[in-house]
């Protein structure tokens, strides 16, 4: 299982529209610049962000705004935001397991339990993480750049 780029491309949005939300009108032009992405990529995902409950989008001169605190945006709000599209299921099975295969036949009876629990430990896992403790470290790592220039 991979987590596609979705998920970092979101979390990194979320912290640069608080970042610098009180000097800069946040835009998916701007997002973009920041991310290293395609505008049209950030603004499928805002859309989803959006859909989620996470941001505000203003057209025009508006720009993008949180709905809620990254203290309580956690990285399972971001995931099932931008990667399930609407599944809840973190491990897709193959479709058609051979019924007179030993092993096709009994392969739901081996892992589906096995995949539900390793779902559910990715899930509180996500769920433990918020995205503040992102934009800390980078409030961190910005702190001690400055001061390295002085």
Known sequence: M?????FTIAIHLLAAVKFFEKD???TS???ASSIGSNPVIVRNIMINLQDA????????????????SLDDITFLDVYEA?????KNEMFHFHENPSPQCPVGKNIHRALDGQLAELDQDF??????R???????????AQSVTAEKQM
Do not use: H, M, W
């Open 82 to 86: 931008v990667e399930t599209n609407g």
């Open 123 to 128: 899930r509180n896992d996500l769920a433990g």
């Open 2 to 6: 991979q987590v596609s780029t979705k």
């Open 24 to 26: 800069y009108k946040i």
């Open 53 to 68: 409950g996470l941001i505000k989008v203003k057209r025009g001169p508006g720009g993008i705004t949180l709905c809620r």
């Open 130 to 140: 918020t995205v503040q403790e992102v934009l800390n470290v980078i409030q961190n």
């Open 29 to 31: 032009a701007f997002l």
